[in-house]
C-alpha cells in the first residue's frame, strides 16, 4: 500500500484523517490510531485498505512535526490530578498536568497549554501552563478563547508597531504628488453605525457622452478607496503581519484587525474633513446599468461626510424630510447615487445574477459582553446601493488586470459540482416544482428557480437546497470567473484596510499605471522590457507570468483563503458560545420556531424572534420510527406519517445547553404535552455548565480507561509470538 505525508484532523468522537500534501481524498483514521498523534501533527502514513465506498483507511507510520502551538482547555482537578480538557474537541484526549506545573492557576480557570511530552499509544499527553486567561464567566473570555483555538494572529509584532507609529498623522506634501486632487468633490462614505474604519467613498453625477441627438444619458459613479499601499509596503514588518492575518476578524464588541489602529482607525480611514489619499475607481454608468468607460488613479480626496445606512435610507425615503434638511447640500448628490444603483441592479438582474433572500442576524451585547437581544440585520436600499457600486469597482479592477495580462488574485466562483447538480436535480423532480435544471446550469437558472418558488411555503428549503449546491468562493490566479454574481472576471478592491488581498490589487493595478510589472515574490516593481507575443490592452507586447510566479500568487490566493475560512469559524465559535449563554437561562421554556436544516440525525430549528438555532434529535421528535429521506431532504414518520422538511412550523422545549460543545438541544412539544408535563413533574436538565463539562469528561475518561484496560489485557504477551506483536504496536516517533 502507498505511503503519503499530510496532517492530521481529529475529529470530536475520537477518529480522525490525514489530510494529504498531494490533494488525493483523507484517509481515515481510526480512534486506535489516533491515541499516539493529535489534531495538527504532521504525519507520514500508509494507507492499509479501503472500506466498502472506496474510500481509504490508513495507519501512522511516523510522526514528521509535532504541533508547535499552544493548546486552550479548562485546568480541572479531579482524583488528586491536574489535567486540562481542551477547549477544541478535536484533540481528542486530556493533557495531563504536572502539580508543578501549573503556573498559580485555580482548578476551573481558562489557561493555555504548552506539551512536554506527546501522546503514544498507551499514554496520555503531557504540558504544562503557560498562560492563565481566567474564568470562563469573565467579560469577552470567549473571544480569547476562539482567537487562541484557532491561532488567529492577535498581537502585532514589535517592529510592526515602532513602523505604524513612524508614519505621519496626517497626508503630507510629498504624498500629494503625482495624484489628482479630489478634495473639492463632494465624496461621503456610507456605513453602518458602528463602523470605525471607512475604506471607501462615493460620488455620483449626471453626464451626458457624445454629442447632439446621439448624445446618451447616464452617471458619473465615482468610487474612491483608501490607498493603504502607500504606506505598507512589501517585504516591511506592517506587511508581513497584515499577511499573516490576511483578513481583519469580527466579534460582536471586538474586531482583531488586519493592520494597526494607527492606519485602520487613522492615517488610512476615510474620516471626514480631513485629507486622505485614495486609489480611485472613476466610471461612466449608462441607463442600463452597464459600464461603458472607467480609468483608475491615484488621488487625494476629503470626505464630505460620513453617513450611516440609516441615514441615508431615511433621506432616500423622505427628500424633503429632516434628515434631508440637515444635510442639504449633499442629498442631490445622493439621489444621483440612487439613480446609478437602480440602474446597476437592473443590470444585475439582465445579467441573471443570484440573488436569494437570506436572513441575516446580528447580536446586541450588553456592557459584560454578553447577549442583550438577537435581531435580524435590516438590508435596506443604501446597504444595496453601497454593495452595487463596490460591485462595479471590483468588476473593472478584474477587467483592467485581466486586459494587460498581469498576473493577480481573482475572486472566484465556480459553477456547482457534477455530484451537487445531480443532487440538486434529483431534489427538484422529486418535489414536483415543475422547473428543471440544464446539465450545464448558468446563475440565471437557479435565480429563476428561487423566484418561481418564493411565494411556497417551503420556499426556504428550496433556496436552502439551491445555495447548497453552490461552490465556496477562493482567491487564485486562474480566472475562472464568478457564477453566483454572473461575472467573467471579478477581483477585490474596495476593502484593502481589511483584506489583503486587495492591498495586492492596488499594488498590480498601480504598477499597470506605471507600465511596470509587480513582483510578488519580491515586491519590487520590474523597470525591464516587456517580453511575450501577446498584446495588453494598450496594443504593446506585455510581459508572461513564468510558472513560478504563478504558483507564488496562487500560494498566496490559497493563505488568503483559508485565513477567510478561520475567521469565519472563528466568529462563529464566539456566537454560538454567546447564543448558549443566553439560552441556557431559558432552559426548560417553550418557543415556537421553525425547521431550518433535515440531517439524518434529526431537525435543526431555528426560534421564532430569538433567531437561535438548535438540534432536536431524532429521539426526541416523538410519534415512532423517521426515516431520512436523502433526495427530498426530509424525515418521514413511518407510523405516523409525518413529514418533517425545512420550513416546517414546530414547537419545540430548550432541553439541554452545552456550552463545551457549543450545543444546544430541544425536545418536540406536541399540543397540550406541556401541561403533562407540568402534572408529571417532568423536568428539562438543567445542571450548570461545570456540572455539565464535569460529567461529560467523566464519561469520556470513563469509556476511554475501560477500553485501554480491555486492550492491555488481550494484549498482554504470552510468548514470543505475540512479545512480537507488542513490539510491532509500540508508537512510532
Request: glycine share 8%; proline share 5%.
Amino acid at each position: 500500500m502507498s505511503e503519503v505525508v499530510g496532517t492530521v484532523l481529529g475529529h470530536r468522537d475520537g477518529h480522525g484523517f490525514v489530510q494529504r500534501d498531494d490533494g488525493e481524498p483523507d484517509i481515515y483514521l481510526s480512534q486506535q490510531e489516533m491515541h499516539s498523534v493529535l489534531h495538527g501533527d504532521r504525519v507520514r502514513a500508509r494507507i492499509v485498505r479501503y472500506d466498502r465506498k472506496g474510500r481509504p483507511e490508513g495507519r501512522v507510520l511516523d510522526i514528521v512535526e509535532r504541533r508547535k502551538t499552544s493548546i486552550i482547555g479548562r485546568l480541572l482537578h479531579e482524583n488528586g490530578m491536574w489535567l486540562v480538557a481542551p477547549e477544541d474537541r478535536r484533540y481528542g484526549q486530556d493533557i495531563l498536568i504536572p502539580k508543578n506545573a501549573t503556573a498559580a492557576a485555580t482548578a476551573g480557570q481558562v489557561v493555555a497549554v504548552e506539551l512536554t511530552e506527546p501522546p503514544s499509544m498507551f499514554s496520555q499527553p503531557v504540558g504544562r501552563v503557560v498562560e492563565v486567561l481566567g474564568e470562563i464567566d469573565d467579560p469577552g473570555m470567549e473571544i480569547e478563547i476562539a482567537v487562541r483555538k484557532y491561532e488567529v494572529p492577535h498581537r502585532f509584532s514589535a517592529e510592526a508597531l515602532a513602523q505604524a507609529a513612524a508614519l505621519p498623522d496626517e497626508v503630507r506634501a510629498p504624498d500629494r504628488r503625482h495624484r489628482i486632487d479630489l478634495t473639492d468633490v463632494p465624496l461621503v462614505t456610507i456605513d453602518g453605525e458602528d463602523a470605525r474604519d471607512f475604506d471607501d467613498a462615493v460620488y455620483c453625477e449626471p453626464v451626458r457622452s457624445g454629442r447632439g441627438k446621439r448624445a446618451a444619458a447616464g452617471w458619473r459613479l465615482v468610487v474612491a478607496i483608501a490607498d493603504v499601499s502607500h504606506y505598507v509596503k512589501p517585504a516591511q514588518a506592517l506587511d508581513d503581519d497584515a499577511y499573516e492575518r490576511a483578513t481583519s476578524v469580527y466579534f460582536p464588541r471586538r474586531v482583531i484587525p488586519m493592520l494597526p489602529e494607527k492606519l485602520s482607525n487613522g492615517l488610512c480611514s476615510l474620516n471626514p474633513q480631513v485629507d486622505r489619499l485614495s486609489m480611485t475607481c472613476d466610471m461612466i454608468v449608462d441607463v442600463d446599468g452597464a459600464v461603458t468607460a472607467y480609468q483608475f488613479y491615484p488621488a487625494v480626496i476629503r470626505s464630505h461626510a460620513r453617513f450611516t445606512y440609516t441615514e441615508v435610507a431615511a433621506i432616500l425615503a423622505n427628500t424633503r424630510g429632516a434628515e434631508a434638511q440637515r444635510h442639504g447640500a449633499l442629498v442631490p448628490h445622493l439621489i444621483h447615487l440612487h439613480e446609478a444603483y437602480r440602474a446597476l441592479l437592473k443590470h444585475r438582474g439582465n445579467r441573471g445574477a443570484v440573488d436569494f433572500e437570506t436572513t441575516e442576524t446580528q447580536i446586541v451585547a450588553d456592557e459584560n459582553g454578553r447577549i442583550e437581544r438577537i435581531e435580524p440585520r435590516k438590508r435596506n436600499e443604501a446597504h444595496r446601493l453601497i454593495e452595487e457600486a463596490m460591485l462595479a469597482a471590483n468588476v473593472c479592477a478584474a477587467e483592467f488586470i485581466a486586459d494587460h495580462g498581469h498576473p493577480a488574485l481573482y475572486r472566484v466562483h465556480e459553477g456547482p459540482t457534477t455530484e451537487k447538480r445531480v443532487a440538486l436535480q434529483n431534489y427538484l423532480k422529486a418535489m414536483g416544482l415543475g422547473v428543471t435544471l440544464s446539465d450545464d446550469p448558468t446563475p440565471g437558472e437557479l435565480q429563476a428557480i428561487a423566484t418561481a418558488t418564493r411565494e411556497r411555503p417551503d420556499a426556504a428549503q428550496i433556496h436552502a437546497m439551491l445555495l447548497r449546491s453552490m461552490q465556496q468562493a477562493h482567491y487564485t490566479a486562474a480566472n475562472s470567473g464568478h457564477f453566483g454574481l454572473a461575472y467573467d472576471a471579478y477581483t477585490h478592491f474596495t476593502s484593502p484596510i481589511r483584506r489583503y488581498p486587495d492591498l495586492l490589487t492596488h499594488r498590480v493595478i498601480k504598477a499597470l499605471l506605471q507600465g511596470k510589472h509587480y513582483l510578488l515574490g519580491s515586491g519590487a516593481f520590474e523597470d525591464e522590457p516587456r517580453r511575450g507575443k501577446a498584446k495588453a490592452a494598450d496594443g504593446q507586447p506585455r510581459r508572461t507570468a513564468s510558472a513560478q510566479e504563478l504558483e507564488q500568487w496562487n500560494a498566496a490566493g490559497a493563505h488568503c483563503s483559508a485565513n477567510e475560512r478561520r475567521a469565519d469559524e472563528a466568529s462563529r465559535d464566539v456566537e454560538a458560545w454567546l447564543k448558549c449563554r443566553y439560552m441556557r437561562d431559558r432552559l426548560g421554556e417553550e418557543f415556537a420556531g421553525t425547521v431550518s436544516a433535515v440531517v439524518p440525525f434529526g431537525l435543526f430549528v431555528t426560534l421564532d424572534d430569538l433567531y437561535v438555532e438548535g438540534l432536536v434529535h431524532i429521539t426526541e421528535i416523538g410519534g415512532g420510527y423517521y426515516r431520512y429521506d436523502e433526495v427530498r431532504q426530509e424525515l418521514h414518520g413511518e407510523r405516523s406519517g409525518v413529514r418533517y422538511a425545512a420550513g416546517a412550523r414546530v414547537r419545540v422545549q430548550v432541553s439541554r445547553v452545552d456550552l463545551d460543545s457549543r450545543r444546544i438541544d430541544f425536545r418536540m412539544v406536541r399540543e397540550g404535552e406541556g401541561d403533562r408535563m407540568l402534572a408529571r413533574g417532568r423536568k428539562a436538565d438543567v445542571r450548570s455548565p461545570q456540572t455539565e463539562l464535569a460529567a461529560v469528561r467523566a464519561r469520556d475518561r470513563a469509556a476511554k480507561l475501560a477500553a485501554r484496560a480491555a486492550k492491555a489485557k488481550t494484549s498482554r504477551p504470552s510468548g514470543k509470538k505475540n512479545a512480537r506483536n507488542t513490539r510491532a504496536r509500540t508508537p512510532r516517533a
